[in-house]
């Protein structure tokens, strides 16, 4: 969180804002889901997170690009694709065998 609010004037207001997000969700769900369901639960939402901030990153990015030009239901639809490829592209990479991947 400091390293965002640190480099927010070189990043902008946009941008600053989308990865303060990161840490902020990742903080409260993580919290209270340990809470309820315990570390091993907890363990397990944090990776699945990290592989799902990729695409979450790819769907705000391309969203805030699309929306100017296109309006909002084709921006969302593009960035929705954008977020599902790049989930597919996650999990067929991580899902090879260590030997396939070198």
């Known amino acids: 969180m400091f390293g965002v609010t640190h480099f927010s004037s070189s990043l902008g207001a946009q941008l600053s804002g989308v990865f303060a997000l990161f840490p902020v969700m990742s903080s409260v769900l993580v919290a209270f889901s340990h809470r309820n369901s315990g570390a091993p639960f907890a363990i397990h939402l944090l990776r699945g997170m990290v592989l799902g901030f990729m695409s979450f990153a790819i769907f705000c990015t391309v969203l805030a690009v699309a929306l100017p030009v296109f309006g909002t239901a ?3 639809g593009l960035a929705v694709a954008a977020a599902v490829i790049a989930q597919a592209f ?3 990479t991580l899902q090879r065998p260590a030997a396939a991947r070198g």
């Open 74 to 76: 084709v921006a969302f």
């Open 90 to 92: 996650t999990r067929l």
